[in-house]
């Protein structure tokens, strides 16, 4: 059995945004027990459960590890690579539109030959004057624990690349 454990742990942001769909319920559900229009506040409380859900699914974007594979999980999509299809775990900018932005993120190099990037991504430093191009999806780490995280996932990947194919003997 599968156990995923977020890679670096919760950031801040994480957790204000667990906060916002925790208000967000109560508030839905004093909504519907307070108002006198019924239809009114199903309508409101339509609308808010897709807002909801749109949190919800930030506050799930993230990186998750587990013994047997990464999972990338971003806002509208989900992906799933096993250890042993990764070749490399590097940081590179992270891309937005193509162009690189101020941040680092952790990109995924699979065996077939493509790259992928994970929503993880280090926290930037700014000097005055500079354009700041973020992208703002996922978890922000700063560069300690960013490289932590870097350097978890890179001995994961070598360890599935020195693993026995056939499993112990």
């Known amino acids: 059995m599968r156990r995923w454990e977020r890679a670096g742990g ?44 749109g949190v919800w699914r930030l506050y799930r974007t993230g990186l998750f590890v587990s013994d047997e594979a990464v999972r990338v999980r971003w806002l509208l999509k989900t992906r799933t690579y096993p250890w042993s299809g990764i070749v490399a775990v590097s940081a590179a900018p992270a891309l937005v539109l193509g162009e690189p932005t101020s941040r680092s993120a952790i990109w995924l190099e699979l065996a077939e030959g493509d790259s992928v990037e994970t929503p993880v991504q280090c926290r930037a430093e700014v000097a005055d004057g500079e354009v700041f191009v973020a992208k703002n999806v996922g978890p922000v780490h700063h560069p300690g624990e960013f490289d932590r995280v870097l350097r978890d996932l890179d001995r994961r990947v070598q360890a599935a690349a020195t693993a026995d194919p056939y499993g112990p003997r």
């Open 10 to 53: 919760r950031t801040a942001r994480e957790k204000v945004a667990a906060l916002m769909f925790a208000a967000g319920v109560a508030l839905g559900g004093v909504a519907l027990v307070v108002a006198e229009d019924h239809g009114a506040v199903l309508g409101f409380s339509a609308g808010w459960a897709v807002w909801m859900t």
